[in-house]
Protein backbone atom coordinates (compact mmCIF):
# COMPACT_ATOMS: atom_id res chain seq x y z
CA UNK A 1 0.00 0.00 0.00
CA UNK A 2 1.18 3.46 -1.36
CA UNK A 3 1.43 5.42 2.29
CA UNK A 4 2.79 9.23 2.40
CA UNK A 5 4.70 9.98 5.41
CA UNK A 6 5.96 12.88 7.34
CA UNK A 7 7.71 13.47 10.89
CA UNK A 8 4.81 13.02 13.73
CA UNK A 9 5.01 15.31 16.23
CA UNK A 10 4.20 13.86 19.92
CA UNK A 11 1.55 15.44 21.67
CA UNK A 12 0.09 14.97 24.92
CA UNK A 13 -3.65 16.23 25.02
CA UNK A 14 -5.47 16.60 28.67
CA UNK A 15 -9.25 16.49 29.01
CA UNK A 16 -10.39 20.13 29.60
CA UNK A 17 -11.79 20.56 33.15
CA UNK A 18 -15.38 21.20 32.23
CA UNK A 19 -15.16 18.21 30.27
CA UNK A 20 -13.52 16.32 32.95
CA UNK A 21 -16.45 17.32 35.83
CA UNK A 22 -18.98 16.10 32.75
CA UNK A 23 -17.08 12.46 32.89
CA UNK A 24 -18.12 12.06 36.51
CA UNK A 25 -21.21 13.69 36.28
CA UNK A 26 -22.33 11.13 33.64
CA UNK A 27 -20.28 8.21 34.73
CA UNK A 28 -21.90 8.61 38.24
CA UNK A 29 -25.77 9.61 36.39
CA UNK A 30 -25.35 6.29 34.15
CA UNK A 31 -25.75 4.01 37.14
CA UNK A 32 -28.62 6.34 39.35
CA UNK A 33 -30.40 7.75 37.44
CA UNK A 34 -29.74 6.03 33.76
CA UNK A 35 -32.89 7.91 31.39
CA UNK A 36 -32.01 11.39 32.23
CA UNK A 37 -28.71 10.54 32.05
CA UNK A 38 -28.95 9.60 28.64
CA UNK A 39 -31.17 12.17 27.89
CA UNK A 40 -27.77 14.82 29.04
CA UNK A 41 -25.43 12.75 26.95
CA UNK A 42 -27.72 12.96 23.82
CA UNK A 43 -28.07 16.42 24.11
CA UNK A 44 -24.21 16.84 24.89
CA UNK A 45 -23.35 13.90 21.63
CA UNK A 46 -25.19 16.87 19.82
CA UNK A 47 -23.80 20.05 21.10
CA UNK A 48 -20.40 21.41 19.00
CA UNK A 49 -17.33 22.38 21.58
CA UNK A 50 -17.65 25.88 22.32
CA UNK A 51 -14.11 27.03 21.19
CA UNK A 52 -14.94 26.38 17.60
CA UNK A 53 -17.24 29.58 17.58
CA UNK A 54 -14.82 31.68 19.02
CA UNK A 55 -11.86 30.37 16.70
CA UNK A 56 -14.50 30.77 13.52
CA UNK A 57 -15.07 34.30 14.45
CA UNK A 58 -11.48 35.25 15.35
CA UNK A 59 -10.50 33.38 12.22
CA UNK A 60 -8.94 35.68 8.90
CA UNK A 61 -12.20 35.20 6.02
CA UNK A 62 -9.10 35.33 3.34
CA UNK A 63 -10.85 37.84 1.28
CA UNK A 64 -13.93 35.69 0.60
CA UNK A 65 -17.22 36.91 0.57
CA UNK A 66 -19.45 36.32 3.15
CA UNK A 67 -23.05 35.36 2.62
CA UNK A 68 -25.63 33.74 4.05
CA UNK A 69 -28.10 31.19 3.31
CA UNK A 70 -31.45 30.25 5.04
CA UNK A 71 -31.94 26.56 6.13
CA UNK A 72 -34.67 25.98 8.13
CA UNK A 73 -35.22 28.28 11.16
CA UNK A 74 -31.26 28.52 10.83
CA UNK A 75 -28.65 31.00 8.92
CA UNK A 76 -25.76 29.29 6.94
CA UNK A 77 -22.89 31.32 6.65
CA UNK A 78 -21.14 30.92 3.56
CA UNK A 79 -17.56 31.74 2.03
CA UNK A 80 -17.14 31.67 -1.34
CA UNK A 81 -13.79 33.08 -3.76
CA UNK A 82 -14.19 33.40 -7.09
CA UNK A 83 -17.34 33.15 -9.21
CA UNK A 84 -19.21 29.84 -9.19
CA UNK A 85 -21.40 31.04 -12.32
CA UNK A 86 -18.66 31.15 -14.31
CA UNK A 87 -15.88 28.99 -12.81
CA UNK A 88 -16.09 25.20 -12.14
CA UNK A 89 -16.91 25.43 -8.02
CA UNK A 90 -15.54 23.14 -5.32
CA UNK A 91 -17.58 23.11 -2.25
CA UNK A 92 -15.73 22.60 1.37
CA UNK A 93 -17.43 20.93 4.10
CA UNK A 94 -15.95 20.97 7.41
CA UNK A 95 -16.04 18.80 10.90
CA UNK A 96 -17.72 18.27 14.23
CA UNK A 97 -16.53 21.68 16.23
CA UNK A 98 -14.84 23.06 13.13
CA UNK A 99 -15.90 25.53 10.75
CA UNK A 100 -15.24 26.31 7.14
CA UNK A 101 -12.39 29.13 7.03
CA UNK A 102 -10.20 26.02 8.63
CA UNK A 103 -10.61 25.22 4.68
CA UNK A 104 -8.46 28.28 4.25
CA UNK A 105 -5.18 26.22 3.16
CA UNK A 106 -7.34 24.93 -0.15
CA UNK A 107 -8.23 28.05 -1.45
CA UNK A 108 -5.48 29.63 -3.62
CA UNK A 109 -4.49 25.93 -5.22
CA UNK A 110 -8.03 25.84 -6.44
CA UNK A 111 -8.01 29.32 -7.37
CA UNK A 112 -4.90 28.92 -9.20
CA UNK A 113 -6.14 25.80 -10.69
CA UNK A 114 -9.11 27.80 -12.16
CA UNK A 115 -11.92 26.96 -9.70
CA UNK A 116 -14.44 29.15 -7.64
CA UNK A 117 -14.57 27.84 -3.79
CA UNK A 118 -17.13 27.86 -1.58
CA UNK A 119 -16.77 26.83 1.82
CA UNK A 120 -19.70 27.47 4.91
CA UNK A 121 -19.96 26.69 8.97
CA UNK A 122 -22.50 24.13 8.97
CA UNK A 123 -25.55 24.66 12.09
CA UNK A 124 -24.41 25.23 15.20
CA UNK A 125 -20.94 26.29 14.05
CA UNK A 126 -19.24 28.91 13.32
CA UNK A 127 -20.89 32.03 12.29
CA UNK A 128 -24.12 29.88 11.90
CA UNK A 129 -27.15 30.08 13.80
CA UNK A 130 -28.04 27.06 16.19
CA UNK A 131 -27.42 25.44 19.31
CA UNK A 132 -27.23 21.27 18.22
CA UNK A 133 -26.10 19.52 15.04
CA UNK A 134 -26.86 15.80 14.11
CA UNK A 135 -25.26 13.59 10.94
CA UNK A 136 -28.29 13.93 8.78
CA UNK A 137 -28.12 18.07 9.93
CA UNK A 138 -24.87 18.15 8.46
CA UNK A 139 -25.65 16.00 5.07
CA UNK A 140 -28.97 18.13 4.62
CA UNK A 141 -26.40 21.74 4.85
CA UNK A 142 -24.26 20.40 2.23
CA UNK A 143 -27.04 19.28 -0.08
CA UNK A 144 -28.47 23.01 0.64
CA UNK A 145 -25.10 25.03 0.01
CA UNK A 146 -24.40 22.76 -3.12
CA UNK A 147 -27.76 23.57 -4.43
CA UNK A 148 -27.50 26.62 -4.13
CA UNK A 149 -23.87 27.13 -5.37
CA UNK A 150 -25.33 24.49 -8.73
CA UNK A 151 -23.93 21.63 -10.34
CA UNK A 152 -20.53 21.33 -8.65
CA UNK A 153 -17.07 19.93 -9.86
CA UNK A 154 -15.92 18.85 -6.80
CA UNK A 155 -17.35 18.36 -3.15
CA UNK A 156 -14.57 17.56 -0.33
CA UNK A 157 -16.12 16.76 2.99
CA UNK A 158 -13.85 16.42 6.18
CA UNK A 159 -15.17 14.04 9.32
CA UNK A 160 -18.17 14.22 9.82
CA UNK A 161 -18.20 16.69 7.23
CA UNK A 162 -17.11 13.64 4.80
CA UNK A 163 -20.10 11.54 6.33
CA UNK A 164 -22.57 14.05 4.94
CA UNK A 165 -20.91 14.43 1.95
CA UNK A 166 -21.25 10.79 1.08
CA UNK A 167 -24.93 10.93 2.67
CA UNK A 168 -25.60 13.74 0.38
CA UNK A 169 -24.09 12.58 -2.54
CA UNK A 170 -26.40 9.60 -2.31
CA UNK A 171 -29.37 11.20 -2.25
CA UNK A 172 -28.29 13.39 -5.16
CA UNK A 173 -26.16 16.21 -4.66
CA UNK A 174 -24.66 16.99 -8.01
CA UNK A 175 -20.76 16.81 -8.36
CA UNK A 176 -18.43 15.59 -10.95
CA UNK A 177 -15.82 14.39 -8.38
CA UNK A 178 -15.66 13.57 -4.28
CA UNK A 179 -13.40 13.54 -1.63
CA UNK A 180 -13.52 12.57 1.90
CA UNK A 181 -11.41 13.50 4.21
CA UNK A 182 -10.64 10.90 7.53
CA UNK A 183 -14.38 10.20 6.88
CA UNK A 184 -16.63 9.02 9.67
CA UNK A 185 -18.20 5.51 8.73
CA UNK A 186 -20.01 4.40 11.23
CA UNK A 187 -22.76 6.33 13.98
CA UNK A 188 -22.78 3.28 16.51
CA UNK A 189 -18.79 3.43 16.51
CA UNK A 190 -19.25 7.77 17.21
CA UNK A 191 -21.44 7.32 19.61
CA UNK A 192 -19.23 4.54 21.50
CA UNK A 193 -16.06 6.85 20.62
CA UNK A 194 -18.27 9.87 22.50
CA UNK A 195 -19.39 7.66 25.77
CA UNK A 196 -15.13 6.83 26.33
CA UNK A 197 -14.71 10.56 26.44
CA UNK A 198 -17.75 11.53 28.52
CA UNK A 199 -17.68 8.89 31.13
CA UNK A 200 -20.61 6.96 29.94
CA UNK A 201 -21.38 3.59 30.75
CA UNK A 202 -20.73 1.30 27.66
CA UNK A 203 -24.54 -0.01 27.96
CA UNK A 204 -25.89 3.62 27.69
CA UNK A 205 -23.51 4.25 24.90
CA UNK A 206 -25.07 1.48 23.15
CA UNK A 207 -28.71 3.37 23.55
CA UNK A 208 -27.64 6.73 22.29
CA UNK A 209 -29.09 6.29 18.54
CA UNK A 210 -32.49 5.18 20.15
CA UNK A 211 -32.52 8.98 21.65
CA UNK A 212 -31.44 9.84 18.23
CA UNK A 213 -34.14 8.17 16.78
CA UNK A 214 -36.67 9.00 18.63
CA UNK A 215 -35.98 12.83 17.66
CA UNK A 216 -34.85 12.35 14.55
CA UNK A 217 -36.65 10.15 12.87
CA UNK A 218 -33.70 8.86 10.85
CA UNK A 219 -33.23 5.36 10.51
CA UNK A 220 -29.26 5.15 11.62
CA UNK A 221 -28.65 2.37 9.30
CA UNK A 222 -29.06 4.61 6.29
CA UNK A 223 -25.82 6.47 7.64
CA UNK A 224 -23.16 3.70 7.12
CA UNK A 225 -20.93 4.15 4.85
CA UNK A 226 -21.54 0.64 3.25
CA UNK A 227 -25.57 1.97 2.56
CA UNK A 228 -23.91 5.36 1.40
CA UNK A 229 -21.25 4.29 -0.54
CA UNK A 230 -22.71 1.98 -3.38
CA UNK A 231 -25.16 4.84 -4.55
CA UNK A 232 -22.27 6.85 -5.16
CA UNK A 233 -21.97 6.66 -8.97
CA UNK A 234 -19.24 9.47 -9.27
CA UNK A 235 -15.14 9.16 -8.89
CA UNK A 236 -13.97 9.69 -5.34
CA UNK A 237 -10.62 9.44 -3.24
CA UNK A 238 -10.53 8.88 0.48
CA UNK A 239 -7.72 10.24 2.13
CA UNK A 240 -7.57 8.95 5.50
CA UNK A 241 -4.14 8.69 8.41
CA UNK A 242 -2.72 4.56 9.54
CA UNK A 243 -2.60 6.97 12.74
CA UNK A 244 -5.68 8.56 13.35
CA UNK A 245 -6.64 8.71 16.54
CA UNK A 246 -10.32 10.04 16.33
CA UNK A 247 -11.33 8.10 13.50
CA UNK A 248 -10.06 5.28 13.10
CA UNK A 249 -8.10 4.48 9.04
CA UNK A 250 -10.62 1.59 8.79
CA UNK A 251 -13.36 3.48 8.15
CA UNK A 252 -12.07 5.11 5.66
CA UNK A 253 -11.33 1.98 3.90
CA UNK A 254 -14.58 1.06 4.16
CA UNK A 255 -16.34 3.89 2.05
CA UNK A 256 -13.21 2.87 -0.53
CA UNK A 257 -14.57 -1.25 0.00
CA UNK A 258 -18.20 -0.34 -1.07
CA UNK A 259 -17.69 2.20 -3.47
CA UNK A 260 -17.09 1.06 -7.04
CA UNK A 261 -15.73 4.47 -8.40
CA UNK A 262 -13.23 5.46 -5.56
CA UNK A 263 -9.19 4.91 -4.08
CA UNK A 264 -7.77 4.98 -1.10
CA UNK A 265 -4.87 7.06 -0.18
CA UNK A 266 -3.13 6.18 3.07
CA UNK A 267 -0.76 8.71 4.78
CA UNK A 268 0.92 8.45 8.46
CA UNK A 269 1.99 10.96 10.50
CA UNK A 270 -0.58 13.65 9.93
CA UNK A 271 -3.61 12.53 12.33
CA UNK A 272 -7.30 13.69 12.20
CA UNK A 273 -6.69 17.32 11.72
CA UNK A 274 -3.28 18.39 9.78
CA UNK A 275 -4.85 15.18 7.12
CA UNK A 276 -7.37 17.97 6.01
CA UNK A 277 -5.26 20.64 4.98
CA UNK A 278 -1.27 19.11 5.09
CA UNK A 279 0.52 19.84 1.08
CA UNK A 280 0.57 16.39 0.66
CA UNK A 281 -3.61 15.91 0.54
CA UNK A 282 -3.99 19.44 -1.28
CA UNK A 283 -1.57 17.98 -4.11
CA UNK A 284 -3.08 14.75 -4.08
CA UNK A 285 -6.65 15.94 -4.05
CA UNK A 286 -5.58 18.31 -7.39
CA UNK A 287 -3.82 16.10 -9.31
CA UNK A 288 -7.29 13.47 -8.59
CA UNK A 289 -9.71 16.70 -9.63
CA UNK A 290 -7.32 16.26 -13.19
CA UNK A 291 -7.93 13.11 -13.64
CA UNK A 292 -4.56 11.75 -13.12
CA UNK A 293 -4.60 8.19 -11.00
CA UNK A 294 -4.01 8.70 -7.33
CA UNK A 295 -4.62 5.96 -4.43
CA UNK A 296 -5.39 2.17 -4.90
CA UNK A 297 -9.12 0.75 -5.26
CA UNK A 298 -9.71 -1.54 -2.39
CA UNK A 299 -12.11 -4.44 -3.41
CA UNK A 300 -14.55 -6.09 -1.13
CA UNK A 301 -15.07 -9.78 -0.73
CA UNK A 302 -17.55 -12.07 1.00
CA UNK A 303 -15.06 -12.98 3.63
CA UNK A 304 -14.18 -9.97 4.61
CA UNK A 305 -17.36 -7.48 3.89
CA UNK A 306 -17.00 -4.38 6.33
CA UNK A 307 -13.26 -4.04 5.57
CA UNK A 308 -11.12 -4.49 8.86
CA UNK A 309 -13.29 -2.34 11.66
Known amino acids: MAAVT ?59 RVGELVFGRERLTTYTWGDPTRQPAVLLAHGWSSFG ?76 RVILLAPAADPFDAARRFGGMVGLAQFLSRRLFDEYQE ?44 WPQATLLSTTGLGHHRVAIAPETLDASLRFLRGDPVGQRVVSTHALPFGLC
Open 6 to 64: VRQNSTTVRKPLALRLLSVRLAVGSWLAPHSTLTRAFQQFCTPMPGARTRARQADTGGA
Open 101 to 176: LHFLPWVEPLRRAGYAVVTFDQPAHGRSSGRRATLPMFADAIARVGEHVGPLAAVVGHSLGGAGTAIAMARGLQAE
Open 215 to 258: LTAHDVGDLHAHATAPRIGRPGLIVHDLEDTDVPWCEGERYARY
